[in-house]
């Protein structure tokens, strides 16, 4: 079995200095959001060497190591899933895309979702209907709430913006910081493209969105304009 391979070949590739780094870097203490992850302390250049030697492992073998407990062996299995949609047909797109939303508890970190979400949910739902990542981003878990939002980046990258503003909207309130951050990400990703679209949003929302949504959101701006949104004194829109 191939899995089993790669496996011991992932092993054999860990560096327990790495994993000690890595646990921290990833919140892996009680109460925190990657509580209880497992590392092998493998940086992620290497793991995208083995991801290429190895991507025409089967589907079922791809499943098997993205319900590994070592955060490496998930990540590994979803550059692989990436890298078949990105290759495959309709029928292999369609197969990848309904197997990551059945095994989101395994997607359970934010480099494992930004990793993947985009490449796969969003490139597959461009020219569908978008329901399925509204119901994400109404999920009670963290996790998949992220992926509704990073799936709009690829919508975001092809200058289509309506899905993720109207996400942003509703996770304004949302309690995670790292969707705050998400959110102010994907907003700064719209601004780059087309700013006054972005700053239409942040004038209707800046005094209500968590002050660290809207540091992302706003990075790149001007300092004496960072300052305002900052302070909610920016000119409001009547949009």
Same mark, same amino acid.
């Given at each position: 079995?191939?899995?089993?391979?790669?496996?011991?070949?992932?092993?054999?590739?860990?560096?327990?200095?790495?994993?000690?780094?890595?646990?921290?870097?990833? =919140?892996?203490?009680?109460?925190?959001?990657?509580?209880?992850?497992?590392?092998?302390?493998?940086?992620?250049?290497?793991?995208?060497?083995? +991801?290429?030697?190895?991507?025409?492992?089967?589907?079922?073998?791809?499943?098997?190591?993205? =319900?590994?407990?070592?955060?490496?062996?998930?990540?590994?299995?979803?550059?692989?899933?990436?890298?078949?949609?990105?290759?495959?047909?309709?029928?292999?797109?369609?197969?990848?895309?309904?197997?990551?939303?059945?095994?989101?508890?395994?997607?359970?970190?934010?480099?494992?979702?930004?990793?993947?979400?985009?490449?796969? +949910?969003?490139?597959?739902?461009?020219?569908?209907?978008?329901?399925?990542?509204?119901?994400?981003?109404?999920?009670?878990?963290?996790?998949?709430?992220?992926?509704?939002?990073?799936?709009?980046?690829?919508?975001?990258?092809?200058?289509?913006?309506?899905?993720?503003?109207?996400?942003?909207?509703?996770? &304004?309130?949302?309690?995670?910081?790292? &969707?705050?951050?998400?959110?102010?990400?994907?907003?700064?990703?719209?601004?780059?493209?087309?700013?006054? +679209?972005?700053?239409?949003?942040?004038?209707?929302?800046?005094?209500?969105?968590?002050?660290?949504?809207?540091?992302?959101?706003?990075?790149?701006?001007?300092?004496?304009?960072?300052?305002?949104?900052?302070?909610?004194?920016?000119?409001?829109?009547?949009?």
């Amino acid at each position: 079995m191939r899995a089993r391979e790669i496996h011991n070949i992932l092993v054999s590739l860990g560096d327990a200095a790495v994993a000690e780094h890595s646990k921290r870097f990833f =919140k892996t203490g009680k109460g925190e959001y990657g509580e209880g992850d497992i590392f092998l302390g493998i940086r992620v250049p290497a793991l995208r060497k083995q +991801v290429r030697r190895y991507r025409d492992i089967s589907p079922e073998e791809t499943l098997l190591l993205l =319900k590994s407990p070592f955060h490496e062996e998930r990540l590994f299995a979803l550059l692989v899933l990436v890298d078949k949609f990105s290759r495959g047909g309709a029928g292999d797109r369609t197969a990848i895309y309904e197997m990551y939303l059945s095994n989101t508890q395994y997607i359970n970190n934010w480099d494992l979702v930004d990793s993947s979400a985009p490449y796969i +949910v969003g490139a597959y739902l461009e020219k569908r209907d978008k329901k399925p990542i509204f119901k994400l981003a109404g999920s009670g878990n963290l996790w998949e709430r992220r992926i509704a939002v990073l799936s709009t980046f690829h919508l975001i990258k092809r200058n289509d913006f309506s899905d993720a503003l109207e996400i942003s909207e509703i996770l &304004i309130q949302d309690r995670e910081d790292l &969707i705050h951050k998400a959110v102010g990400w994907m907003l700064r990703e719209i601004g780059k493209r087309d700013l006054p +679209v972005e700053k239409t949003f942040l004038d209707r929302n800046c005094r209500e969105m968590p002050r660290t949504m809207l540091r992302y959101a706003i990075e790149r701006f001007p300092e004496k304009e960072r300052k305002r949104y900052m302070e909610g004194t920016a000119q409001v829109s009547d949009g």
